[in-house]
Every structure is written in structure tokens, then in C-alpha cells.
């Protein structure tokens, strides 16, 4: 059966500082990979996706960037962090372009 | 791109009662529609969803319907429990790979 892993589950780092959230996907070949972030009692934000290794397609302008460095790795960092860049940042897949997604367990971010 | 709404956002049941949640979507060309179900501090969860060939579709205690001439869906619980509080979203897809999720709508089951 397929399994998703996001890690680590919550992270508190200083304004100015990198992030690197990863996320892994076994028991499945060429997932579709997303990012989402969801703020304190809001609604999920899609942040990037990919269809394939080197595919990458930003959704809304951010401090982030993601990579795909093999088929089921997705990578989500940021060279220097603001304070609005704490959230709660999911990680999804997906088996098809109409299917719906299985998410990670999630990363609580806290940028002070 | 899609635009769903959700309502209510907010919505208090007494235990046993039924809880109804409506979307509605702006893309006439959305042929998918999930439903999760989000407890606090996890991953929202699948827990049904309809494609646009099918009117109904229900799994034990919830279903989802869906109007595609006016192009909304609806998701019933019935016989609530307390273990169905929690934060609910819909969702819409037209085969882009993305889904377009409404705002949410949080689920209270008073005992």
C-alpha cells in the first residue's frame, strides 16, 4: 500500500534562517506531489506541484521554492524565512489528474 | 481558475442529529468532487467523493450529492457522533491536476 512521510512534525526557527521540509512517498511510481500551506484556522493554500521529476509549477508568489530530486521526494525550502511563512505546511499526492489526494501528517512551522 | 465556496462555516449539532454541508463551484468543466474531513493538528483526510456521472453516493453514515446543472454538492452526516467533530472541506477538480478547496467548515457535535 502507498505511504506518504513529511517530516520533521513541527520546527521553530528564527526569522532570517533556511527551511528544508521533505516529504516521501512510497509503494507508488511517478506520483503527482503538492504543497500546501494552511494558516492558524484557514483554508489550504496550494504553494507548488509536480507531475514528474523536474516539473515544478509555483502557484502563488512566495519566500519558498520546491524540488522534485527523484520521483517520490518533494522538497520545500526557503533561503531566509519571514514571519509569514509560519504555518502549517501539508504535503499531498495524487495517482491521477482527477483523483483525489492523500496528505502527510503535516509540518507546524514557527518562524520567530 | 475555480472558485468554491462552502457553507456553513460553522456548524453545531446535537448528537444523533444530521449535519448538512453545501459548495458550490464556478467551473462548469469540474468533473470530480472530494470531500475531507481535518482533525485538529493532522493532514485532512479523504473520507468520499462523487464524479460528475453520479448523482448520490453514500458510505455508511455519510453520503454526497451533487447538482450539476447548478453546480453545487452537498455532504450529509447522519446520526452524528462526537468523533465527527472536526473540519470539513470540499473540493472541485476539472482534470488539471489541482483541486480547488472551499474555506472549510467546522463541525461541533454537542453530546
Known amino acids: 500500500s502507498q505511504t506518504i512521510h513529511q517530516w520533521p512534525a513541527t520546527l521553530v526557527q528564527p526569522v532570517g534562517s533556511p527551511l528544508s521540509l521533505e516529504c516521501t512517498v512510497e509503494g507508488t511510481s511517478n506520483p503527482n506531489l503538492y504543497w500546501y500551506r494552511q494558516a492558524a484556522g484557514r483554508g489550504l493554500q496550494l504553494l507548488f506541484y509536480?507531475?514528474?521529476?523536474?516539473?515544478i509549477s509555483s502557484e502563488v508568489p512566495q519566500n519558498l521554492s520546491a524540488s522534485r530530486p527523484q520521483d517520490r521526494q518533494f522538497i520545500l525550502s526557503s533561503k531566509k524565512l519571514l514571519l509569514s511563512d509560519s504555518g502549517f505546511y501539508l504535503c499531498a499526492w495524487s495517482e491521477d489528474r482527477v483523483a483525489g489526494y492523500t496528505f502527510g501528517s503535516g509540518t507546524r512551522l514557527t518562524v520567530v | 481558475g475555480e472558485n468554491v465556496e462552502q457553507h456553513p462555516s460553522t456548524l453545531s449539532v446535537q448528537e444523533g442529529d444530521s449535519a448538512v454541508i453545501k459548495c458550490t463551484y464556478s467551473?462548469?468543466?469540474?468533473?470530480?468532487f472530494p470531500w475531507y474531513k481535518q482533525e485538529l493538528g493532522k493532514g485532512p483526510q479523504l473520507i468520499i467523493d462523487i464524479r460528475s456521472n453520479v448523482g448520490e453516493k453514500k458510505d455508511q453514515r455519510i453520503a454526497v450529492t451533487l447538482n450539476k446543472t447548478a453546480k453545487h454538492f452537498s455532504l450529509h452526516i447522519t446520526e452524528t457522533q462526537p468523533e465527527d467533530s472536526a473540519v470539513y472541506f470540499c473540493a472541485a477538480s476539472k482534470g488539471d491536476y489541482k483541486l480547488s478547496f472551499g474555506a472549510g467548515t467546522t463541525v461541533t457535535v454537542r453530546a
Open positions: 467551473d462548469s468543466a469540474s468533473n470530480y
Open positions: 509536480s507531475v514528474g521529476i523536474g516539473q
